[in-house]
């Protein structure tokens, strides 16, 4: 499934249907399935479901208008002239329980501007640097940062 995999994305990269082409692409593909088994997620077959496909592709436009509200209240933040801005890390709980999915909340967070994912602890809490805290309580900061992605990323990674 891994040799599949990074050989459709081979193709989509380079797009060339040559016999050569095929055959190299063919030959990094099996080496990169070889060398990096290891590091894709522990629940195998995961994008094969068609309902998991259907939320990722709910996921990713909804990810990507938080993506361009944060832009935006960034760049507010940036350009205004009192730069309000109170900086800190905060404490919040997802409910995710596979590492795939609190890889990607982690992930979502951290791509998300004005917000970085700092660590992860073991039982399912992350520390957050935010840019804006509007609350150092757990269950509100949770709710403002994770809750957005949290609830698209249980139906994709269960």
Request: net charge neutral; no cysteine.
């Amino acid at each position: 499934m891994h040799f599949i995999s990074a050989f459709v994305i081979w193709l989509l990269l380079t797009w060339s249907f040559g016999i050569p082409m095929l055959v190299l692409g063919a030959i990094v593909s099996a080496v990169a399935s070889v060398l990096f088994q290891e590091l894709l997620p522990e629940e195998k077959g995961m994008f094969v479901s068609p309902v998991r496909a259907f939320w990722i592709l709910v996921y990713v436009p909804v990810f990507f208008w938080y993506i361009v509200k944060a832009n935006l209240d960034v760049v507010y933040r940036a350009l205004h002239p009192a730069m309000p801005i109170h900086p800190g890390i905060v404490k919040i709980k997802t409910n995710l329980k596979t590492a795939a999915g609190i890889t990607a909340l982690a992930n979502s967070i951290t791509l998300t501007p004005g917000t970085l994912t700092v660590d992860l602890t073991d039982d399912g809490y992350m520390y957050i640097h935010w840019i804006n805290v509007k609350s150092d309580d757990v269950e509100q900061a949770t709710k403002l940062i994770a809750k957005r992605f949290e609830w698209f990323l249980q139906k994709i990674f269960g």
